[in-house]
């Protein structure tokens, strides 16, 4: 696999509980048979970061 870093072409949002959700497309952090991927940082995680909903 060639993930080396979070650049400006990956994809992310918000979800519905404010917490940061990564997406990769497929093959690109994981196996391509594991389909696409998603990492969800919980957004208490990120209270230092950014205020949520503020």
Excluded: H
Excluded at 26 to 44: H, N, Q, R, S
């Amino acid at each position: 696999m060639e993930f080396r870093a979070i650049t400006e072409e990956t994809s992310f949002y918000l979800n519905d509980q404010g917490s940061l959700v990564i997406s990769f497309k497929e093959g690109d952090a994981a196996p391509m048979y594991m389909g696409c991927v998603e990492f969800v940082i919980l957004k208490e995680a990120l209270e230092n970061i950014w205020n949520y909903g503020k």
